[in-house]
């Protein structure tokens, strides 16, 4: 399991916060963008060494870029930006990939850190990187074209579900049964957008494939998170964490995250004007 949630958290690290980040269309994060990769890289290798001081030392690099990036947030919300919607969306984007570098941190110096074993702090690296980062990005990107209620709604439960995962954490696993529902309700609702704007007329065959079969895989693998959360609670049988990192994890890393990006990333190539930011979408940002 440890060389797939390595692989997976690569392809977060490396691809996912990068692209993410180009997608907002926000200048201000175009400095830490370009420098992304001088994070990213040693974070990347400390994945796959020994637990030990090098990889720690490593860890500690990739978190320091991901704090640099979650303090763009608080300057954003204190200017009174980002404050509707699709932009909390994206200042939990900005903050997520730091919660997942702390436990990256603890995990690589082989401590127990809020007393939770070393396989669940791996497990929260991916975690927060895509149930966190891409998630909320994509419900704000989603939002700002889908203006309506159903598009809030996924806007503001997504970074709510997530928040109460991770409050599940410490609270038990009847509360983390609860941040699972918000968190799969907020993902079908952008999963159903998504399959709309995939299904809409002009869209080009590779856009409304990518757009669809990210749709597509929401539907299973949240209920595949429900699942184990509900028999974490309830101690009905339930997957594995093995089990949980192939299908789950995989499936939202590959068919949900990239797909998603690669279809943003095509949408805003054909139609700048309704990804750039606030000059050109009313004051609204993703």
């Keep these: 399991m440890s060389a797939l949630v ?50 720690t030392t490593l860890a500690c690099c990739y978190a320091l870029g991901t704090v ?10 204190a200017r009174g930006r980002d404050l509707d919607p699709a932009g909390i969306a994206l200042l939990t984007a900005l903050i997520t990939p730091a919660v997942a570098a702390v436990a990256l941190v603890a995990e690589r110096s082989g401590h127990e850190l809020f007393g939770f074993d070393l396989g669940i702090l791996a497990l929260t690296v991916p975690h ?12 704000g990107l989603v ?9 809030r709604f996924a806007a503001l439960s997504v970074p709510l579900g997530t928040l109460l ?15 699972a529902l918000v968190l799969t309700a907020g993902m079908w609702t952008v999963g159903l957008l998504t399959w709309r704007l995939g299904r809409a007329d002009g869209r080009d065959r590779t856009t409304r494939l990518l757009l669809l079969a990210s749709a597509a895989v929401l539907v299973a693998t949240m209920l595949l998170a429900l699942s184990w959360a509900l028999g974490e609670a309830t101690g009905l049988p339930h997957p594995t964490l093995t ?5 789950h994890g995989l499936g939202n890393a590959l068919g949900f995250a990239l797909c998603s990006l690669l279809a943003w990333r095509r949408i805003r190539a054909d139609q700048p004007d309704r990804t750039e930011g606030p000059d050109r979408t009313g004051g609204r940002t993703a």
Excluded: K
């Design 6 to 55: 390595n692989a997976i958290v690569m392809l977060g690290m490396l691809v996912v916060v990068p692209a993410g980040l180009r997608l907002t269309g926000q200048q201000e994060l175009d400095a830490i963008r370009r420098l992304w990769p001088l994070f990213a890289v040693p974070g990347a290798v400390a994945l796959w060494l020994p637990r030990s001081p090098a990889a």
């Design 68 to 77: 640099l990036l979650a303090l763009h947030a608080p300057r954003r919300a």
């Design 128 to 139: 927060f990187h895509f149930a966190g980062f891409a998630a909320a990005l994509i419900a």
């Design 143 to 151: 939002c700002r074209v889908s203006d309506g209620p159903a598009g």
């Design 165 to 179: 995962v991770l409050v599940g954490y410490f609270i038990g696993d009847w509360a983390e049964l609860a941040g």
């Design 243 to 247: 089990w949980m990192a192939a299908t």
